[in-house]
């Protein structure tokens, strides 16, 4: 177990992690793989997220698997099988330093993609959709931010919002499952990821309820302005420069 002040920062930063995700549906890794891997190791962190994630937003599948469009969901989840185990491998190969500075910049990358709103307006194609999810499941494998990738790709189409939503948390929960087989077999769920992670899990499963209940009581604009301060400051405070 890592000592008190680590693990008092990591179980902060999964309840703030689960308060964005509950209330927006995103940021949850932007927010807690940088913070985390500033006080753990940067191959903790990610397997720490999918375990957590994974555990507290499965009740929102079975309404996901009867709204999605699942044929699309499919070909992204078939592009992310190829993609995790690159990312895991990176994840692995790696050097810490390099991971966190790597991690770090990717979420401000994700960051600068989601805040610009930028959308993609075409119509799904397989093509693209194996593209898509193979670059989410890379990104997925290596520091759980595959998100931002299949929000752009699916927001912007001529797609009901409801369906849409529906995409989504099937396919976080299809990559979820996938990033927890790689990291299995990698080696990366070990025993103290799996004690880590249900100290964790009523943390962040609070954060996720208390977001969730604020959606439709705050302004939408200004918590999603809050949650991307969040997701700067995270990125900063994570920066190898801090020692």
């Not at 913070?35 to 009740?59: G, H, Y």
């Not at 698997?65 to 070909?75: D, F, I, L």
């Not at 193979?134 to 998100?147: D, I, N, R």
Request: proline share 7%; glycine share 12%.
């Amino acid at each position: 177990m890592p000592p008190a002040m680590p693990l008092l920062a990591t179980l902060l930063a999964a309840a703030l992690a689960g308060l964005a995700r509950g209330f927006s549906g995103f940021g949850s890794a932007l927010i807690f793989v940088p913070l985390a891997s500033a006080v753990l190791e940067p191959k903790l962190a990610a397997p720490l997220l999918v375990l957590v994630d994974n555990a507290t937003a499965f009740p929102l599948v079975p309404a996901a698997w009867r709204g999605a469009a699942r044929r699309e969901v499919a070909w992204l989840t078939a592009g992310a099988l190829v993609g995790a185990p690159l990312g895991a491998w990176l994840l692995l190969r790696l050097d810490p330093v390099a991971l966190r500075w790597g991690m770090c910049a990717l979420a401000v990358g994700m960051l600068v993609l989601l805040a610009s709103g930028w959308r993609y307006h075409g119509r799904p194609a397989w093509p693209l959709s194996l593209a898509v999810g193979a670059g989410s499941g890379v990104f997925a494998g290596l520091a759980q931010m595959g998100g931002p990738p299949a929000v752009a790709y699916w927001l912007g189409g001529a797609i009901p919002a409801a369906k849409v939503r529906a995409n989504i948390v099937l396919f976080f929960a299809t990559s979820g499952v996938i990033s927890m087989i790689v990291y299995l077999f990698a080696g990366l769920l070990t025993g103290e990821a799996l004690v880590l992670a249900a100290l964790m899990a009523p943390g962040y499963a609070l954060g996720l309820w208390c977001g969730s209940g604020m959606f439709g009581r705050a302004s939408e604009v200004l918590f999603r302005r809050t949650c991307f301060g969040l997701i700067a400051l995270a990125a900063v405070i994570g920066l190898p420069l801090w020692g």
